[in-house]
């Protein structure tokens, strides 16, 4: 299924019955759908032309055309996983490491595969738009989401962006509350229902920053906070598959706003950038021990080189 389906189909029990119609409808058959005028899906929901287009908004997109083209994107791509057998595979007791091996490739290509299909282009320039010209960037993320806040921090602070990721609660409020104009807070959530996270991002967006959400795709307290909502794919679901694909699919959005933010501003982050690899590079060439390239075996073997070693003074 779909991210675009599947989020229809887990999010039904938050919507209006209007809403409920519409998605019944798309979901019964979403091949129909693309082929749809907006007046001929109102009428078969009874319901208006406006109603459709605020559902599409509800969704994220500009409107019932873009939802169309998305929509048509994201089939065309599931006939094409189902073919090959490449869809989504969880952990399963007794699998042969050759089958986990391709099944984590075939989750990791497919988290990346649908992401992309999602992205919003326009939603995506603005973000590095605002990122670049930020004075400073939050980063907030819990649990599995720090790291993926932790890894935009790394990329960060080589281009010398003014950053800090936080996975505290109380520090996320603390600093969210000096942001300002001119600042911008970017939240990691993959449910989007993260109290911490939701919390700190209204901080931030009420202390004048602007917001950046990155959550699953679909309707969420946090993409609806943010004014940016950024979205990865949604098919990841239960607790065997332990947030591996969604990370990716995550990482794969921060690859895209980092690599967007240097080209944008390549005269000013390529020499920060180059600047960084060559004192790290500086600092790992410097000489090392000289048993530091042994094995630990051969290290514990060898007698420290201490005075207590070395020939003892007669004093007899």
């Given amino acids: 299924m779909s991210p675009i389906l599947h989020a229809l189909e887990q999010n039904q029990a938050k919507w ?19 082929h749809m005028g907006i007046t001929e899906l109102a009428e078969q929901c009874r319901v208006s032309p406006a109603a459709v287009t605020r559902f599409c908004k509800l969704l994220h997109f500009r409107g019932f055309p873009d939802f169309k083209v998305k929509l048509a994107a994201e089939i065309a791509h599931g006939d094409a996983s189902v073919a090959e057998g490449s869809s989504y595979q969880d952990i399963v007791a007794g699998n042969p490491l050759q089958v986990i091996v391709e099944a984590m490739q075939a989750n990791h290509l497919a988290s990346i595969r649908d992401t992309t299909s999602l992205l919003d282009l326009e939603r995506l320039q603005a973000a590095i738009d605002v990122l670049c010209r930020a004075r400073r960037v939050d980063l907030y993320g819990m649990a599995t989401s720090s790291i993926v806040a932790q890894d935009f ?39 989007g229902e993260t109290p911490e996270t939701v919390d700190a991002l209204i901080c931030a967006g009420r202390s004048g920053a602007t917001t950046i959400s990155l959550t699953s795709y679909g309707s969420s307290t946090l993409a609806s906070l943010a004014d940016i909502p950024l979205f990865s794919s949604s098919l990841e679901q239960g607790m065997r598959r332990g947030d591996m694909a969604s990370r990716i699919a995550q990482l794969h959005i921060v690859d895209i706003l980092f690599t967007g933010m240097v080209s944008t501003r390549f005269k ?39 005075p207590f070693n070395e020939q003892k003074e007669d004093h007899t």
């Fill in 153 to 191: 921090y790394q990329k960060l602070v080589r281009i010398g962006v003014n950053c800090t990721a936080f996975a505290d609660s109380h520090m996320q409020i603390t600093s969210a509350s000096s942001l300002a104009a001119g600042d911008v807070a970017f939240a990691v959530s993959y449910s």
């Fill in 268 to 306: 000013d982050f390529i020499p920060k950038l180059e600047q960084s690899y060559r004192n790290v590079q500086q600092y790992r060439h410097k000489a090392a021990p000289p048993d530091a390239a042994l094995p630990l075996q051969a290290r514990k073997g060898r007698k420290a080189e201490t």
């Fill in 16 to 34: 209006s019955p209007t809403e409920r119609k519409l998605a019944e409808r798309i979901l019964a058959s979403p091949g129909e759908i693309v």
